[in-house]
C-alpha cells in the first residue's frame, strides 16, 4: 500500500528564517513519482514539484530547494528566508507508474505553514 | 485560460436531498479525479476516470457516485447527503493516464450537509 506522512502539523516561524517541512512516504512501486503542492490561504492548490524516483538530484528554484532521499523515502521542502506569503498549506503526494497506482494519488496530510512578520 | 471549473463553490443543503457539485475542464485532459479535503487528513480521492466512460473508485468512494460521458465534464453525484460528506471538495484533471504527470485543480466546492 502507499502512504504518505508528513508529521509536521503546523510550523510557524518569523519572517527570514528558513524552514523545512518533511515528507516520508512508503510504496512498493520501483517507479513512482513525488509531488508537492501549495494551498495559499485563498483556498486554490498550486502544483510546486515534481521528482521521479529515478531522479534523485536535487532541486532548486529560487528559494526554494527540495531534497530527494530514496534511501530514507524523504522528499523534504525547505523555503530559503521565508516570507509572509510563503504562509500556506503544504501537500506532498505520491503516484506510482503502474496502471493501478498511476490512477490513485495519495496525498499526505499537510502541513500549515505560518510566517509570522 | 486553461482551467478546471467547478460549481457551486459554496452550497448548504439538508441530509437527503440530492446534489449534483459539476466538473469542467478545457484541457482536453483524459484523467480527472475528485477529493475531499478535511482537517487532519489531507486530500482523499472519491472517484477518478481515466478517460470516456472509464471510472473506478478511489479511498472514499461511500456515498458518491460519478459518471464521464464526456470527456470535459466529470460530474460528483450526491444522492443522499449526510452530515458527514460537509467537506471542501476537489476536482482535478491531468493530461493522461501516466502518474508523472501534475493535476490540476479547481477552485475548490465547500458543501454543509446539515
Known amino acids: 500500500a502507499q502512504k504518505v506522512t508528513q508529521a509536521q502539523t503546523e510550523i510557524s516561524v518569523v519572517e527570514k528564517e528558513d524552514v523545512t517541512l518533511d515528507c516520508v512516504y512508503e510504496?512498493?512501486?520501483?517507479?513512482?513519482?513525488l509531488f508537492w503542492y501549495k494551498q495559499p490561504p485563498s483556498g486554490e492548490l498550486v502544483f510546486l514539484i515534481r521528482?521521479?524516483?529515478?531522479?534523485?538530484q536535487n532541486e532548486i528554484s529560487g528559494r526554494y530547494s527540495w531534497n530527494f532521499q530514496k534511501s530514507t523515502s524523504s522528499f523534504n521542502f525547505t523555503i530559503t528566508a521565508s516570507q509572509v506569503v510563503d504562509s500556506a498549506v503544504y501537500f506532498c503526494?505520491?503516484?506510482?507508474?503502474?496502471?493501478?497506482?498511476?490512477?490513485?494519488?495519495?496525498f499526505g496530510s499537510g502541513t500549515r505553514l505560518s510566517i509570522r512578520p | 485560460e486553461a482551467q478546471v471549473t467547478q460549481n457551486p463553490r459554496y452550497l448548504i443543503t439538508v441530509t437527503g436531498k440530492k446534489l449534483t457539485v459539476t466538473c469542467s475542464q478545457n484541457?482536453?485532459?483524459?484523467?480527472m479525479s475528485w477529493y475531499r479535503q478535511d482537517p487532519g487528513l489531507g486530500l482523499r480521492q472519491i472517484y477518478y476516470?481515466?478517460?470516456?466512460?472509464?471510472?473506478d473508485k478511489g479511498d472514499v468512494p461511500e456515498g458518491y457516485k460519478v459518471s464521464r460521458k464526456e470527456k470535459r465534464n466529470f460530474p460528483l453525484i450526491l444522492e443522499s447527503p449526510s452530515p458527514n460528506q460537509t467537506s471542501l471538495y476537489f476536482c482535478?484533471?491531468?493530461?493522461?493516464?501516466?502518474?508523472?504527470?501534475?493535476?490540476?485543480f479547481g477552485d475548490g466546492t465547500r458543501l454543509s450537509i446539515l
Open positions: 503526494a505520491l503516484s506510482g507508474r503502474s496502471k493501478g497506482s498511476a490512477s490513485k494519488i495519495i
Open positions: 521528482r521521479n524516483s529515478f531522479d534523485e
Open positions: 482535478a484533471s491531468r493530461l493522461g493516464q501516466r502518474g508523472d504527470q501534475p493535476q490540476h
Open positions: 476516470s481515466m478517460n470516456v466512460e472509464v471510472t
Open positions: 510504496t512498493r512501486d520501483t517507479t513512482y513519482y
Open positions: 484541457m482536453n485532459h483524459e484523467y
